[in-house]
């Protein structure tokens, strides 16, 4: 039987594309050639969501809601967030056509499950074989399809695609692990696209293949993103040997960046063998990444020496490397800054790790965290920073402590999923869900200390345990 779908598709502008067709494939083809007029200068470059219809007037039908849609309501179909979708579509009541509203995402998803249910060959098993494998060893497109779609399975809030995510990622597993993870961390305007951007060329000419993930806290407060709302890395995200993922709107930083790991790892298991997560010097999203990166780097202005006490202290200890970017504005206090940093840098490295006790042969086994200059707008410093980063890696294989990193990589994601697992489940309990809004009510009235709050919460849900 023949099938219709409706697609979304990421463009290079940042914008989203709806549409649909009875070949997939083709179709999204010719949008990433440019041959389709619509698109043509947006340039879409990843497709983020697609369902399947029995029918083309279902397609039809679901094409011209969703291109009402609001853009909190196609992320959350992205996402695959079928509440979300229900609430935002409660809360402004958009669709008042009673034969549209009938076409509700969930019915196009069941229906497609109902159809694969019909057709054994295309079945939920056979689609997941078919993901890993083109994620593994398919052709470019689809192999970037495939991720796309891994993706944004790993991102949906719902029960059952968890489950199918954590099999996908159990696959995926043994293939991954093989890229270099590269932690860069910066305050908005610091230059951090322009350095990926160039730094990502630079790696393609190379011969490697770069993923780009990010981790914008900002995103999940406020809706808005300070990553995603500008045309970012123009000529890396439409290079075919890059895949460039903007950061997961929805949850907590904690949430997000589990999502992010799943995603690096997804990439990995593609063949990216240089995966970089970049994010902003806000919030506590630099530990998150330091968590998960093999080298976390921090980029600074050349006025940062100035005023070292406007850099914090823990994330200056996270840092591997301090790259002060944008040194042609200003030669000098590029120069200051380095000299500063570096010796602030060396004094957290001593209290750090007691190096003053260690013989001088031990002392150059290991890397010592360094501070370089850059202008990543006149493409200057790039292959001096590579060079850092491949003497960290030849250094910190050869002593152990990268396999150490990777290992507590790995315990940072069991712990990641186990915190968000209790949260769920402890929020869901009926126990704990009824006391709760007396709770929230004694604690903003001050009548309540919030420790004693937290403590019947806990005792509430234990009784039922
Ligand atoms: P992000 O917010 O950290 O991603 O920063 P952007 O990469 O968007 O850069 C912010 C601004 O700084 C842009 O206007 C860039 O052109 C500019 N910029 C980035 N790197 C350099 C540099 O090395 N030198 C100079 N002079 N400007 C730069």
């Avoid at 695959?80 to 995402?105: M, Y």
């Avoid at 293949?209 to 123009?234: F, H, N, Q, W, Y």
């Avoid at 120069?335 to 002392?363: C, P, Y």
Wanted: aromatic share 6%; net charge neutral.
């Amino acid at each position: 039987m023949k099938s219709f779908y409706v697609y979304i598709l990421r463009c290079s502008d940042g914008s989203y594309y709806c549409g649909q067709t009875d070949n997939i494939e083709a179709r999204t083809q010719q949008h990433f050639a440019g041959e389709i007029g619509y698109t043509a200068t947006r340039k879409p470059v990843e497709l983020l969501w697609q369902g399947e219809f029995e029918t083309r007037e279902g397609a039809i039908a679901f094409e011209q809601q969703i291109k009402r849609w609001s853009q909190a309501k196609k992320e959350a179909l992205i996402a695959g967030d079928w509440n979300r979708i229900q609430e935002l579509a409660k809360s402004k009541k958009t669709s008042s056509h009673p034969e549209l509203s009938v076409l509700s995402p969930v019915e196009g998803v069941e229906r497609s499950a109902r159809l694969r249910q019909a057709q054994p060959e295309r079945g939920e098993v056979t689609d997941k074989f078919d993901v890993l494998d083109r994620i593994l060893d398919g052709e470019a497109m689809a192999q970037r399809r495939a991720i796309a779609k891994a993706i944004t399975l790993l991102e949906s809030t719902r029960t059952d695609h968890r489950v199918q995510a954590d099999e996908l990622l159990t696959s995926l597993l043994p293939h991954t692990g093989k890229s270099f993870r590269l932690g860069i961390s910066g305050v908005p305007g610091v230059g951090k696209s322009t350095f990926i951007e160039v730094l990502g060329l630079y790696l393609i000419k190379l011969g490697h293949r770069v993923a780009v993930l990010t981790i914008d806290p900002s995103s999940t407060v406020s809706g808005g993103s300070i990553l995603g709302d500008k045309t970012r890395m123009e000529m890396l995200s439409v290079h075919e040997r890059a895949y460039i993922r903007p950061s997961p709107s929805r949850g907590s930083l904690g949430g997000v960046a589990e999502k992010t790991r799943e995603a690096m790892l997804v990439c990995e298991a593609a063949g990216y063998d240089v995966v970089i997560v970049e994010t902003v010097g806000v919030g506590q999203s630099e530990t998150a990444v330091a968590n998960m990166t093999d080298m976390f780097v921090l980029m600074q202005l050349p006025n940062a020496g100035d005023d070292l006490q406007a850099i914090k202290k823990g994330v200056m200890e996270l840092a591997d490397l301090v790259i002060i970017n944008k040194a042609d504005i200003d030669a000098d206090a590029a120069m200051r800054a380095e000299v500063q940093i570096t010796s602030a840098m060396r004094l957290f490295g001593l209290a750090n790790n007691a190096m003053g006790q260690v013989q001088a042969a031990a002392f150059d086994s290991f890397w010592h965290a360094q501070v370089l200059q850059l202008s990543a707008l006149h493409n200057k410093g790039v292959d001096a920073f590579w060079a850092a980063v491949t003497q960290f890696k030849t250094l910190q294989t050869a002593n152990g402590k990268l396999a150490e990193r990777r290992k507590q990589q790995a315990l940072s994601w069991m712990w990641e999923r186990v915190e968000a697992g209790l949260k769920q489940a402890f929020r869901k309990d009926p126990a704990v869900a009824s006391l709760l809004p007396k709770m929230i009510a004694g604690v903003v009235s001050g009548k309540l200390p919030a420790s004693t709050a937290a403590r019947n919460l806990l005792a509430a849900q234990q009784i039922r345990a």
